[in-house]
């Protein structure tokens, strides 16, 4: 069965750092998508990133962006020049879509609050 | 601007009662989905549709009914609650990008 763990319950960074949220996943199959979604106080969840594990080349948003470690079964979040607004619950998620089942794992989430 | 409502937002209900949740999306997105959030677990899913009449079990379907007459609407069923469905609950949509787009939550307690 698929697990996502992030084991970094709650970070904090200072605003204009950088900052790095891990996440890792076991799975046995070899195409798949991973995703963050940021959760703010506010409860709305919104995409950050996605990445679709059959592509090498890590996922860039803005001041967001992916190391994928397909190998290592790793896909941490890195965050550039962080402001206050991404103060937030980060989740990392992880989709298989196949034969009519859908397997959407989410982790269990990291704080993050950016310090002014 | 296209959205994905929820109601209501907050619900307070006794144990044994049928409450159902409502979600509402204008993306015209054929997928829709049902989490609950509880701290410890991330969200679970609890069931989803691809469309007009399909539905489908997720991780944690028991006690949990969801129907789809058409596309706008995925409405979730508590056939009668229990304590342990206090949560969280999340309704997304989602079209074949596979980004899911969620709605604001609902908020449940069963006493």
């Known amino acids: 069965a698929q697990t996502v763990t992030q084991s970094q319950p709650e970070m904090s960074v200072q605003e204009a750092e950088t900052v790095t949220l891990s996440c890792t996943y076991d799975?046995?199959?070899?195409?798949?998508?991973l995703f963050w979604y940021k959760q703010p106080p506010s409860r709305q969840m919104i995409l950050v990133i996605r990445?679709?594990?059959?592509?090498?080349q890590n996922a860039t948003e803005n001041r967001f962006s992916v190391n994928f470690q397909k190998a290592a079964k790793s896909f941490s979040l890195k965050i550039s020049d962080s402001q206050l607004g991404d103060t937030a619950m980060y989740f990392c998620?992880?989709?298989?879509?196949?034969?009519?089942?859908?397997?959407?794992?989410f982790g269990t989430g990291t704080r993050l609050k950016v310090l002014a | 601007d296209a959205e994905i409502t929820q109601s209501p937002r907050h619900k307070i209900t006794e144990t044994g009662r049928q409450v159902t949740l409502a979600c509402h999306q204008t993306?015209?997105?054929?997928?829709m989905f049902w989490y609950r959030q509880d701290l410890g677990h991330g969200l679970r899913l609890i069931h989803y549709?691809?469309?007009?009449?399909?539905?489908n079990k997720g991780e944690v379907s028991d006690g949990y009914s969801v129907s789809r007459s058409n596309t706008e609407d995925l409405p979730l069923t508590l056939e009668s609650a229990a304590s342990s469905q206090t949560s969280v609950y999340f309704c997304?949509?989602?079209?074949?990008?596979?980004?899911?787009?969620f709605g604001p939550g609902t908020r449940l307690t069963v006493l």
């Open positions: 997304a949509s989602s079209v074949g990008s596979y980004t899911q787009y």
């Open positions: 799975t046995s199959e070899n195409n798949y998508y």
């Open positions: 990445q679709e594990a059959y592509k090498q």
């Open positions: 998620a992880f989709m298989k879509h196949a034969s009519g089942t859908y397997k959407y794992i």
């Open positions: 993306w015209n997105h054929n997928n």
């Open positions: 549709s691809y469309g007009v009449q399909d539905t």
